[in-house]
């Protein structure tokens, strides 16, 4: 079983920065993927960026260049760092990991105001 925490969202005006952390806890195996997801209102949940432990990543075109998807298997933790932030950041922020099956966090909220 793997349950995973958010921390580090908030209100943060256009163009300011916030740092998304997840820590992972449980039976975690090596090889697997972690991810930050975002829904906003009336919107699907949405891809925002992988990694794989081995460092791979992958990001939604609207965040490239902005934002950065990093992880720390020691510490079983994978990072969202969000710079330049825009109004249609707002969302609710999950974490991800698949290994096998998608395990998610509960879910942190940030909102950008113009």
């Not at 005006?13 to 449980?26: E, T």
């Not at 933790?77 to 096998?100: G, I, R, W």
């Amino acid at each position: 079983q793997v349950q995973l925490v958010e921390s580090g969202g908030g209100l943060v005006q256009a163009g300011g920065s916030l740092r998304l952390s997840c820590a992972a806890s449980g039976r975690i195996f090596s090889g697997n993927v972690m991810g930050w997801y975002r829904q906003a209102p009336e919107k699907q949940r949405e891809l925002v960026a992988r990694i794989t432990r081995g460092g791979s990543t992958d990001y939604a075109d609207s965040v490239k260049g902005r934002f950065t998807i990093s992880r720390d298997n020691a510490k079983n933790t994978v990072y969202l760092q969000m710079n330049s932030l825009k109004p249609e950041d707002t969302a609710v922020y999950y974490c991800n990991l698949h290994f096998v099956n998608d395990y998610w966090g509960q879910g942190t909220q940030v909102t950008v105001s113009s």
